[in-house]
């Protein structure tokens, strides 16, 4: 498989979170300047000897030219500045051009900076009716879908054809709000169990509330650096080791198979680029918009057999205490989901945990993870294999 | 704020006209002796540019379907069924599945077409399972 051209280039030295949850005092613009700064200073430089700005349209305040729009607001002249949306996999695809645009030497250090504010500065009725608009104008939405019931037509033919059960997709939220339980910035921190999602308010059969991700305000920015300016950063460099994407398709009625998604094609990729494997992560950072979006990465990235995700969950393994760590923060289903800066905070939560800087959550052992952020309806992905050391 | 409504474009007219008289109608590609959906200016295999519209069984099945109990908007009453339904000549086409119990579907089932309006100008094809169609 051709490799990326982008594994060992470039490191991550910078990172920032704002607040997240319930952020009312901070418009979007505002949380993403503010991200944008603190990533920079976190980094050890100045906005001078960053050069490169690359940013994701806010849902809450819809800015026509956003990148330049952040730039101008913090009197900066970036030599690269771009805005880029592929829905939720915006992230790591952001990540993919600050490296593709380092490697190619129209930058050297390049801050990627998002936030929305999806609970604060919309009703609830704007922000279901903005994302289930991702649905085909003539062919979906006149008949009323929502982004939950998109989930829930994968959901049910999983069930259909592996005989996956809605206790296994209720074992991805309670792994998730056992991890948010133990961060004291998570959006929702109490511990729940299996009948407490199984007995949850019906959003779009199988999928109750607590299947479903939270509804949130917050930012997150990394800055991204030549591989050779790294070793000389404040932080420990965390470096991309392997980068890969996979799109099938833009609307779920257009799908050639329901359960099987491109984060296969995505996840080989990233793979085949880092020279590592599935068993070699530590660390496990996924797309947890809807707990069936979940167990369906963790069989198409190759932590099961395909069919397998319900049982891998169900073994706790991705609990505390468990072999495979996952979603550490908590995930968008606890930590925060603002829309689409919600893979952010997996990228966030894996830095720290590679640099040894988690606090009371850090977890041994932490040198290699996987982070992976998808788009649409299950429809683009793209992945990111992540170490603390640097590449031979 | 009221459903969503489809302004057809050129391309998509002949898939409306054949609603409003009751009709499903979908392009169909004849070097590749298949029928594609949603409406397209080429085949979304060939790349071929003349497709020609033809009336077909409106019989299928359920692909997938979900009850949706938390409406998209005031526009829509919960619950309704949205479902994925695989159509006989093979397209898939989502829809709702209505004037039925949500407890009785499943993946597998036989369904046809039916036809409702959703504005003066816009009939749209929704399904019914077969075993109910007397009701």
Same mark, same amino acid.
Request: aromatic letters at 6%; glycine letters at 8%.
């Given at each position: 498989?051709?490799?990326?051209?982008?594994?060992?280039?470039?490191?991550?030295?910078?990172?920032?979170?704002?607040?997240?949850?319930?952020?009312?005092?901070?418009?979007?613009?505002?949380?993403?300047?503010?991200?944008?700064?603190?990533?920079?200073?976190?980094?050890?430089?100045?906005?001078?000897?960053?050069?490169?700005?690359?940013?994701?349209?806010?849902?809450?305040?819809?800015?026509?030219?956003?990148?330049?729009?952040?730039?101008?607001?913090?009197?900066?002249?970036?030599?690269?500045?771009?805005?880029?949306? *592929?829905?939720?996999?915006?992230?790591?695809?952001?990540?993919?051009?600050?490296?593709?645009?380092?490697?190619?030497?129209?930058?050297?250090?390049?801050?990627?900076?998002?936030?929305?504010?999806?609970?604060?500065?919309?009703?609830?009725?704007?922000?279901?009716?903005?994302?289930?608009?991702?649905?085909?104008?003539?062919?979906?939405?006149?008949?009323?879908? *929502?982004?939950?019931?998109?989930?829930?037509?994968?959901?049910?033919?999983?069930?259909?054809?592996?005989?996956?059960?809605?206790?296994?997709?209720?074992?991805?939220?309670?792994?998730?709000?056992?991890?948010?339980?133990?961060?004291?910035?998570?959006?929702?921190?109490?511990?729940?169990?299996?009948?407490?999602?199984?007995?949850?308010?019906?959003?779009?059969?199988? $999928?109750?509330?607590?299947? &479903?991700?939270?509804?949130?305000?917050?930012?997150?920015? +990394?800055?991204?650096?030549?591989?050779?300016?790294?070793?000389?950063?404040?932080?420990?460099?965390?470096?991309?080791?392997?980068?890969?994407?996979?799109?099938?398709?833009?609307?779920?009625?257009?799908?050639?198979?329901?359960?099987?998604?491109?984060?296969?094609?995505?996840?080989?990729?990233?793979?085949?680029?880092?020279?590592?494997?599935?068993?070699?992560?530590?660390?496990?950072?996924?797309?947890?918009?809807?707990?069936?979006?979940?167990?369906?990465?963790?069989?198409?990235?190759?932590?099961?057999?395909?069919?397998?995700?319900?049982?891998?969950?169900?073994?706790?393994?991705?609990?505390?205490?468990?072999?495979?760590? $996952?979603?550490?923060?908590?995930?968008?289903?606890?930590?925060?989901?603002?829309?689409?800066?919600?893979?952010?905070?997996?990228?966030?939560?894996?830095?720290?945990?590679?640099?040894?800087?988690?606090?009371?959550?850090?977890?041994?052992?932490?040198?290699?993870? $996987?982070?992976?952020?998808?788009?649409?309806?299950?429809?683009?992905?793209?992945?990111?294999?992540?170490?603390?050391?640097?590449?031979? | 704020?009221?459903?969503?409504? !489809?302004? !057809?474009?050129?391309?998509?007219?002949?898939?409306?006209?054949?609603?409003?008289?009751?009709?499903?109608?979908?392009?169909? &590609?004849?070097?590749?002796?298949?029928?594609?959906?949603?409406?397209?200016?080429?085949?979304?295999? &060939?790349?071929?540019?003349?497709?020609? /519209?033809?009336? +077909?069984?409106?019989?299928?099945?359920?692909?997938?379907?979900?009850?949706?109990?938390?409406?998209?908007?005031?526009?829509?009453?919960?619950?309704?069924?949205?479902?994925?339904?695989?159509?006989?000549?093979? !397209?898939?086409?989502?829809?709702?599945?209505?004037?039925?119990? !949500?407890?009785?579907?499943?993946?597998?089932?036989?369904?046809?077409?039916?036809?409702?309006? /959703?504005?003066?100008?816009?009939?749209?094809?929704?399904?019914?399972?077969?075993? +109910?169609?007397?009701?």
């Amino acid at each position: 498989m051709a490799k990326s051209g982008l594994n060992s280039t470039c490191a991550l030295i910078g990172m920032a979170e704002s607040d997240v949850g319930i952020v009312p005092d901070k418009t979007p613009r505002e949380l993403c300047v503010q991200v944008t700064l603190d990533a920079v200073r976190d980094a050890g430089l100045t906005l001078q000897e960053v050069d490169g700005l690359i940013t994701c349209n806010a849902f809450a305040e819809p800015i026509m030219y956003h990148a330049e729009a952040v730039a101008e607001y913090l009197g900066w002249q970036p030599r690269h500045c771009v805005t880029v949306n *592929t829905g939720g996999g915006t992230t790591f695809m952001a990540i993919k051009m600050a490296a593709a645009a380092i490697a190619a030497g129209m930058a050297h250090t390049i801050v990627v900076a998002m936030a929305d504010s999806l609970r604060s500065f919309m009703t609830r009725e704007q922000a279901m009716v903005v994302q289930s608009s991702s649905g085909h104008p003539h062919y979906e939405q006149p008949y009323g879908p *929502t982004v939950p019931a998109y989930y829930a037509l994968i959901a049910r033919a999983h069930m259909d054809r592996f005989g996956t059960t809605e206790e296994h997709f209720a074992h991805a939220a309670v792994s998730c709000r056992a991890w948010a339980n133990q961060h004291p910035k998570a959006q929702m921190r109490d511990l729940i169990s299996i009948e407490d999602v199984m007995g949850s308010r019906p959003i779009a059969d199988p $999928l109750k509330v607590l299947d &479903c991700s939270l509804v949130s305000d917050g930012g997150a920015a +990394v800055v991204i650096t030549r591989g050779d300016r790294a070793s000389n950063a404040a932080q420990k460099p965390i470096y991309l080791l392997g980068y890969g994407e996979g799109h099938a398709y833009e609307h779920i009625s257009q799908a050639q198979d329901l359960t099987t998604s491109a984060a296969v094609t995505s996840g080989r990729a990233a793979y085949a680029d880092s020279g590592l494997t599935p068993n070699d992560m530590d660390l496990l950072q996924l797309y947890d918009c809807f707990t069936p979006a979940l167990l369906i990465q963790i069989e198409d990235l190759g932590f099961c057999a395909k069919g397998e995700g319900g049982d891998w969950l169900a073994s706790g393994i991705s609990l505390p205490g468990g072999t495979k760590p $996952l979603n550490t923060h908590g995930g968008m289903l606890s930590y925060c989901h603002p829309g689409n800066p919600g893979a952010m905070f997996g990228l966030t939560e894996a830095m720290l945990q590679l640099r040894g800087q988690a606090g009371e959550r850090q977890l041994a052992g932490m040198n290699t993870a $996987l982070c992976h952020a998808q788009g649409g309806i299950m429809s683009s992905h793209a992945t990111l294999i992540l170490g603390n050391a640097r590449p031979s | 704020m009221s459903r969503p409504i !489809p302004r !057809p474009s050129p391309t998509e007219q002949p898939f409306y006209d054949a609603c409003a008289r009751g009709e499903l109608a979908l392009q169909y &590609c004849k070097p590749c002796n298949r029928f594609l959906f949603y409406p397209r200016t080429h085949c979304d295999h &060939c790349h071929n540019p003349t497709l020609e /519209w033809r009336q +077909v069984s409106g019989e299928g099945t359920i692909a997938s379907y979900t009850v949706v109990r938390r409406s998209v908007s005031e526009a829509f009453t919960a619950p309704y069924v949205i479902a994925l339904i695989d159509l006989a000549e093979g !397209p898939r086409i989502m829809s709702q599945i209505v004037d039925t119990e !949500p407890e009785v579907l499943a993946v597998g089932q036989s369904v046809l077409v039916a036809f409702e309006e /959703w504005s003066d100008d816009i009939k749209l094809p929704v399904f019914k399972l077969r075993g +109910v169609l007397g009701k």
